[in-house]
Nanobody, 119 residues
Framework: QVHLVQSGGGLVQAGGSLRLSCAAS????????MGWFRQAPGKEREFVAQ????????NYADSVKGRFTISRDSAKNTVYLQMNSLKPEDTAVYYC????????????WGQGTQVTVSS
């Protein structure tokens, strides 16, 4: 079982930056993909970004491409989401998640962290 603990987030003005962290424990992650999702009030949870642990291949939602960067630190078993040029529409609860690369569904989730962007 993968255990994910998130940190970071908070309140920032539009145009500002924040970094989210997700510390993973419980196993080796060489066969895993790690993702970030978000859920705004009244909306469904949506995909933000993903990184394949082995090799570091990334992909992003169109809405964050060019502004957000997902990365991982293998020595710390930690995944990061660097968020730049934040917009009020980025306001949401952000979740990190993990899945085995060979599966489609994320099945381990962090506790969630609030990101609020003021205009």
């Amino acid at each position: 079982q993968v255990h994910l603990v998130q940190s970071g987030g908070g309140l920032v003005q539009a145009g500002g930056s924040l970094r989210l962290s997700c510390a993973a424990s419980g196993r080796s992650f060489s066969s895993y993909a790690m993702g970030w999702f978000r859920q705004a009030p009244g909306k469904e949870r949506e995909f933000v970004a993903q990184i394949i642990w082995s090799g570091g291949v990334t992909n992003y939602a169109d809405s964050v491409k060019g502004r957000f960067t997902i990365s991982r630190d293998s020595a710390k078993n930690t995944v990061y989401l660097q968020m730049n040029s934040l917009k009020p529409e980025d306001t949401a609860v952000y979740y990190c998640a993990a899945r085995v690369v060979s599966t489609r569904g994320y099945d381990s989730w962090g506790q969630g962290t609030q990101v609020t962007v003021s205009s």
